[in-house]
């Protein structure tokens, strides 16, 4: 009897389990040696033989082409996390990775999925607690504690001593755009612009307060720049439309050829003179604009810049207090923006239209410098998680303790919830304690410690008086209070790690039957 398809592949029970947990172990140990301050980088180099260095766990998985259905589980997990709180990538995956291993061995004890999962998830509301618990309320006005969490999301990145200078970018940008919605505070990065440019170096990188629109302007006749200038946004096309179906024009007399050149001409004056009668010294146009509309512009000292991004008119709407306008007969001078200067600047190779100097913008710009491409791209990826740490504390006002402190006190908490709740559950919970562990004991790996000392030692202080600040000082290897010595982290990265990864362990985990409907490729499913 035939009842799947043929060439179906199907794995069942305990070997489908391990096949599974081994797919998303592999992911977690890719990226085990980049976490902390000494981790190393990866080298990827994709099919099109560009390379990229770095150790952002969700940058090195967003490279990786990964084929097993756990292990992309895994990947997701780090987009999960960078998605929702922009740092703790590595964190995050190499929990989920460490909570299977463990989970392993109690399947190997003939303990039930369900058990251990169920074990997993009182042990990860457990550990929401205690986070809750040692979190410590901070100021979101004291910017040396923001510097501190900005700087330590950058320590792992090869940024080197310029990770102040972004720091303080970064706080600077977050705090502009920062809004209270009702009774909570709102901090959407996205509204912060990161424009890249190879040259200078990474201390002349600066914050815009504006925008700065990728364009040069459109008429080398125009003004080059423009002091407290009148900003209109348009939405439509300053040019003479094409019908959408084909006409024929009879033409008899020579005037009339002259009669509807002048026609196209003085429709085109008429969207420049209500341009110019709005006020608007300065125009973004999200479509075309035509070669003679450009050069009556030009003769009014008009700036104009064509074509420019959705995105970009929709931070300048923010940035400028503008409208953007879909019809031109629409504009008024209440829908303008207003800049204290708006200038055609040279940077690198290309022109770019700096729109800055606006009062309370909701937008702003970083103008990001550096030597290398290389060095650019990785620049860029450590300003984002110093911006996400930045925003998550301004959002969720609450800090712990860096170093593995936190994993540690985690651990020592469900520890003494566990033998509360007693059965076979305990045994999955303490395996959960365990498995966070791993965090302080791979920052010891990755820094040419002895892990089993560094877990002793953290173990020893964590019973003492806030003990719950202690954590491995990587440099030094000896365990010190983490919180004092300025490496701190946003308690929501942390939460969401947690959250994630027992997640996708959980679900990895009650896997005992794959079917595969096409037969795969040799290995395609293997370890």
Request: charge should be neutral; aromatic fraction near 2%.
């Amino acid at each position: 009897m035939l009842i799947l398809k043929e060439g179906t592949d199907r794995r069942r029970g305990r070997g489908a389990q391990r096949n599974n947990i081994m797919a998303a172990r592999i992911i977690s140990e890719v990226l085990r040696s980049t976490l902390g301050p000494r981790g190393m980088d990866k080298m990827l180099i994709d099919s099109l033989g560009d390379i990229t260095i770095t150790n952002d766990g969700a940058a090195i998985l967003d490279e990786v082409d990964v084929e097993h259905p756990a292990a992309k589980m895994i990947v997701e997990v780090a987009k999960t996390q960078d998605d929702m709180v922009g740092d703790g990538t590595t964190t995050a995956v190499i929990l989920a990775g460490e909570l299977l291993r463990k989970a392993e061995e109690l399947l190997e004890q003939n303990i039930h999925p369900t058990v251990i999962v169920s074990g997993y998830k009182k042990a990860s509301q457990e550990a929401m607690a205690i986070l809750d618990k040692i979190g410590t309320p901070v100021d979101v006005k004291d910017r040396e504690t923001l510097k501190r969490v900005a700087v330590t999301s950058m320590a792992s990145k090869a940024v080197g001593s310029a990770r102040t200078h972004l720091a303080v970018i970064a706080i600077d940008a977050v705090k502009q755009i920062a809004e209270q919605r009702g009774e909570r505070k709102v901090a959407d990065i996205d509204n912060i612009q990161i424009t890249k440019k190879v040259g200078e170096s990474l201390f002349d990188t600066q914050l815009i307060k504006g925008i700065i629109i990728d364009k040069e302007v459109v008429h080398p006749e125009m003004p080059k720049r423009i002091e407290n200038a009148k900003i209109a946004l348009l939405d439509c096309p300053l040019e003479v439309e094409k019908g959408e179906f084909n006409a024929e024009i009879r033409i008899k007399d020579p005037t009339q050829i002259k009669a509807f050149l002048d026609k196209e001409t003085s429709m085109l004056k008429e969207m420049v003179k209500k341009v110019k009668t709005s006020g608007a010294k300065v125009l973004f146009c999200q479509k075309g604009v035509d070669d003679m509309t450009q050069h009556l512009m030009a003769k009014a000292g008009i700036i104009a810049a064509r074509r420019v991004k959705k995105s970009d008119m929709e931070k300048l709407a923010k940035a400028t207090g503008g409208r953007t306008i879909t019809k031109l007969d629409d504009l008024k001078r209440q829908d303008l923006g207003n800049a204290g200067l708006v200038e055609e600047r040279k940077v690198g190779e290309d022109k770019m239209i700096f729109v800055e100097g606006c009062k309370n913008p909701r937008s702003v710009a970083i103008l990001l410098r550096a030597g290398l491409d290389r060095m650019l791209d990785e620049a860029e990826r450590a300003l984002h998680d110093a911006l996400s740490v930045i925003a998550d504390v301004i959002e969720h006002n609450k800090i712990v303790a860096g170093g593995g402190a936190v994993e540690s006190e985690i651990a020592r908490g469900l520890r003494n919830y566990a033998k509360k709740i007693g059965g076979r559950e305990q045994l999955a919970i303490e395996a959960f304690a365990n498995s966070v562990e791993i965090v302080p004991k791979t920052l010891a790996e990755n820094a040419g410690l002895e892990p089993i000392d560094i877990l002793v030692a953290l173990r020893s202080a964590h019973e003492k008086t806030k003990g719950y600040l202690m954590g491995v000082d990587v440099f030094t290897g000896k365990i010190v209070d983490m919180q004092g010595k300025g490496v701190i982290e946003p308690s929501r990265v942390k939460e969401q790690a947690v959250k994630s990864a027992t997640e996708a362990a959980s679900m990895i985990i009650r896997i005992d039957d794959v079917i595969a409907s096409t037969k795969p490729k040799e290995g395609k499913y293997g370890p």
